[in-house]
C-alpha cells in the first residue's frame, strides 16, 4: 500500500508523518501494494485532525479523528479503518472474490458477522433541473440535511449537503 500525506494548516514534522506511514501499515497487510492511502493532516483550532482514505478496487474505506495530539487522531483513524474492513469483511469478499487488491485472509472477523443492511424506508423522487444554488435553496426550505437534483450546468445528477461546519458540500457524478 502507497501512502501519500498532506498537510492543510499545518507544517507535519518528519516525526508524524513517520508515525503515520507504521501506524498505518497496519493495514497494508489487507491490500496488494497497488493500492493507495491518502492521509490529510490538519489543524482545526486547539485539535489536530487526520483524515484517511483508501481507494481498493472501487470500495472506499475513510476514516477521520481529532484529537489534541495528531499521534492519538492517527491510532482512532486506524482502529476505525480496522473496524471498518472487519464488519464488512463477507460483504466484501462477495463483492471482490476475483480482486488480487484485497488480503481477505488477514483481515480479522467481526464479533457481530450477522449483521445485516435493512433498508427501511424508501422514496422516489423526481429530479429536476437546477443549478447549485437552488438546489440548496430546495434543500433548505425542506429542511433536509442533502438534496439530489439534476444540475442543469453539467447535465448531471448531484447531491448538495449542509456540513458540520455549516457550509455546503456538492457531490459531483462522473461516468
Do not use: W
Not at 426550505?141 to 439534476?150: E, I, N, Q, S, Y
Amino acid at each position: 500500500m502507497k501512502i501519500i500525506i498532506t498537510s492543510k494548516n499545518l507544517s507535519s514534522s518528519d516525526y508524524l508523518k513517520d508515525a503515520i506511514e507504521k501506524k498505518l501499515e497496519r493495514l497494508s497487510k489487507y491490500f496488494s501494494n497497488d493500492i493507495i492511502a491518502n492521509v490529510m493532516v490538519s489543524a482545526e483550532s486547539d485539535k489536530q485532525k487526520i483524515e484517511a482514505t483508501i481507494n481498493a478496487g472501487g470500495t472506499i474505506f475513510r476514516a477521520e479523528e481529532s484529537a489534541n495530539v495528531a499521534y492519538d487522531a492517527i491510532d482512532g483513524v486506524v482502529d476505525k479503518l480496522s473496524s471498518q474492513m472487519s464488519r464488512f469483511k463477507t460483504k466484501l469478499q462477495r463483492k471482490h472474490k476475483d480482486n488480487k487488491g484485497f488480503m481477505f485472509g488477514e483481515i480479522p472477523d467481526y464479533d457481530n458477522e450477522t449483521e445485516e443492511i435493512t433498508v427501511v424506508k424508501k422514496k422516489k423522487m423526481e429530479i429536476c433541473p437546477m443549478n447549485t444554488e437552488e438546489a440548496v435553496m430546495q434543500m433548505e426550505l425542506l429542511g433536509h440535511a442533502f438534496f439530489v437534483f439534476m444540475n442543469m450546468d453539467t447535465e448531471s445528477v448531484n447531491v448538495v449537503y449542509k456540513r458540520k461546519n455549516g457550509n455546503y458540500g456538492l457531490i459531483e457524478t462522473v461516468y
